[in-house]
């Protein structure tokens, strides 16, 4: 019976040393680096929709983790929104960055006008691939 | 034992060697940096001079993390970079001759980073053969168009090592090169270790917990000697 308490306080403590001792990160940004490096080199359909879904598992995970979001990832998937032609979707995002991080406001107001742009056009696929930058 | 010995000589002779360096901090190698207080950063598309052609597009995924966890807000690179194409400047040359306050005005950044490629290339010698990878960084302010920091991430790695002759360290060595030479020689690993070098030396920014108490620290140059 001591013995496993003594064991236990002995765990307790080493526990608060490593947790001392690691720095706190300050963000989480999950597969990001990878997934873009993919995304790159790939430039396909696929290599998209995974850095897509790492940019929403990214804003999900911080949350969860109660970190805040990294700059720039919101913006990120709002531009994807754009290009997909949810402008909606894409203002809340524009937006969320702009709250998380002042800096980016000026830039933010640029890509939420952009989006309204998008909203106002005619909603044929047609004319949303040409207003659609070209990739590369 | 022999190996041992010279490892604990070159040990003695490096910290003998450390101790007599003049030591200096990031406060006397970048004060502007604290007299500006950048809280933003704009990444621009690398400048390469190396001799592979697609060293640009496969670098610039490596720095906005890294630069992130520095404690600075970086714009999101794949929309800034996208927004100058659309502008039509996406060659890099054509940007370091624009005025860095532009970057002000267009994107609100109080600094720019640019990047230079040195190097991203393999060496092959008759018994070794080197992969490097070396970029420059210089961080200019957009209101003072002055350099606040500057530094050389490079990494070398000795691709050889087929025949240290036998032991541990041989046979680690074989395996490395096994690993590397099966991943068709990946240079972005070694690319997020040269930054991770840089950025080593560049001061905390405002969403570090070190923002502003970072003077006092020692300033380290671990670029190898050429």
């Known amino acids: ?136 | 034992m022999k190996n041992r010995l010279c490892i604990c000589i070159s040990l003695l002779a490096f910290s003998l060697l450390c101790s007599c360096v003049p030591k200096s901090t990031k406060l006397q190698e970048f004060p502007g940096v604290y007299e500006e207080q950048p809280l933003s950063i704009i990444i621009l598309p690398p400048m390469n001079e190396s001799t592979a052609a697609d060293a640009k597009e496969y670098y610039s995924t490596t720095i906005q993390e890294p630069l992130a966890y520095t404690g600075y807000y970086t714009f999101p690179y794949p929309i800034t970079t996208e927004i100058l194409k659309m502008e039509g400047i996406y060659d890099s040359e054509l940007l370091k001759d624009l005025p860095v306050d532009k970057f002000k005005e267009y994107f609100g950044a109080d600094a720019v980073l640019f990047t230079t490629i040195k190097k991203w290339d393999l060496a092959y010698m008759v018994i070794a053969s080197n992969l490097t990878v070396s970029i420059d960084c210089s961080l200019r302010s957009t209101a003072t168009n002055q350099e606040l920091w500057k530094y050389n991430g490079t990494v070398v790695v000795d691709l050889s090592g087929g025949n240290t002759g036998g032991g541990v360290a041989g046979l680690i060595a074989k395996a490395i090169v096994t690993a590397v030479t099966t991943a068709m020689a990946d240079y972005v690993p070694y690319a997020r270790q040269a930054n991770a070098r840089a950025l080593f030396s560049l001061p905390y920014g405002k969403y570090h917990p070190q923002f502003n108490k970072d003077q006092d620290v020692e300033f380290i140059d671990q670029t190898p000697e050429e």
Request: glycine share 4%; proline share 5%.
């Open chain 1, 1 to 136: 019976m001591k013995k496993s308490v003594l064991i236990f306080g002995a765990a307790l403590i080493c526990a608060f040393l490593i947790v001392g001792c690691v720095p706190k990160q300050i963000y989480y940004f999950g597969n990001y680096s990878s997934t873009l490096y993919a995304l790159e080199k790939d430039n396909n359909e696929a290599a998209m929709v995974a850095h897509k879904q790492e940019l929403e598992k990214i804003i999900a995970e911080s949350a969860k983790r109660n970190l805040q979001v990294p700059p720039g990832i919101n913006a990120e998937l709002g531009f994807m929104y754009v290009k997909e032609n949810q402008p909606d979707k894409a203002i809340s995002l524009f937006q969320a960055e702009a709250a998380l991080y002042p800096e980016s406001t000026l830039l933010m107001q640029r890509l939420v006008q952009m989006a309204e742009k998008k909203k106002s056009e005619p909603q044929d696929t047609l004319s949303a691939t040409e207003a659609t930058p070209s990739q590369n």
